[in-house]
């Protein structure tokens, strides 16, 4: 099976920053793409930014793009979102997701960091 451990939550000023990660352990050689999905209280869960796992290539939502930064190392099977500039609207849980080679969606997630910033 596969598992995914997300680090780097807190709580942060706004303005200031933050690193999450997301360790992957278990079959992950059949990675095809990972993402950061968030959840703020009341509101549907949405996908922050994405990276396809072979080539770097990546995506992010309107609003955080220019202030967050997906990046991912292949050799420790981590993916790492840098969140700059963060303001009030960024609370949430966030949550790292995998989709695998041949799948649709994303199949597997962690269990989710709190991310509070306040103002």
């Known amino acids: 099976q596969l598992h995914l451990v997300e680090s780097g939550g807190g709580l942060v000023e706004t303005g200031g920053s933050l690193r999450l990660s997301c360790a992957a352990s278990g079959r992950t050689v059949y990675t095809y793409a990972m993402a950061w999905f968030r959840q703020a209280p009341g509101k549907e869960r949405e996908i922050v930014a994405s990276?396809?796992?072979?080539?770097?290539?990546?995506y992010y939502r309107e609003a955080v793009e220019g202030r967050f930064t997906i990046s991912r190392d292949n050799a420790r099977n981590t993916m790492y979102l840098q969140m700059n500039s963060l303001n009030s609207d960024d609370t949430a849980v966030y949550y790292c997701?995998?989709?695998?080679?041949?799948?649709?969606?994303?199949?597997?997630w962690g269990q989710g960091t709190q991310v509070t910033v306040s103002s």
């Open positions: 990276i396809r796992w072979n080539t770097g290539h990546t």
């Open positions: 997701a995998l989709q695998r080679i041949g799948g649709t969606s994303y199949d597997f």
